[in-house]
């Protein structure tokens, strides 16, 4: 009653020879793809950083003496006074308004246009009251043609007896 059950064998793979260089080349993709990701952070590092200098650069904090004497309230009188810079020196203040006027003109050129399309779209229905009309042809009626001259009838009978 012993079997003996036969286990498959698990594949033998080639061990890498000599002249395989799938390790040295897949450390080389892995090198090269840690340096371009360093690359990119670093870029967006400095980008960020040139934002917030851009961000600091718009406002001015100047410190004024009130004169007032009847302001108590304020110790040593001074007042300090956080003020954005001119428009002058902000970069597309006045680009990006006349950006959003160009696009509210041309969303209100598209719903225009959307609304002119859909009434040239729209099925025109038939009032309840209207019937088509019939128009009835009587087919064409052949006048025989009325002689003139009954001497040009016979005439003309004597002829075509003559060729049957």
Known sequence: ??????????????KAGPDDKRKETSKANLARARLKKNEILKQSKQEKEEE???DENQ???QSLESDDSSSDSDSD???????????KKMKGGKKEKQESKNEINLQNELNEMKQILQGLTA???????????VIKIAPPVNPTPASKDPDIDIFKKILLSQFK
């Open 1 to 14: 009653m012993t079997e003996e059950t036969t286990v498959p064998k698990k594949r033998q793979y080639k």
């Open 52 to 54: 917030a200098k851009r």
């Open 59 to 61: 406002w001015t904090i």
């Open 77 to 87: 009188g001074e007042v300090i006074q956080i003020v954005p810079k001119s428009k």
């Open 123 to 133: 099925k025109k229905s038939r009032g309840k009251g209207q019937k088509k009309q």
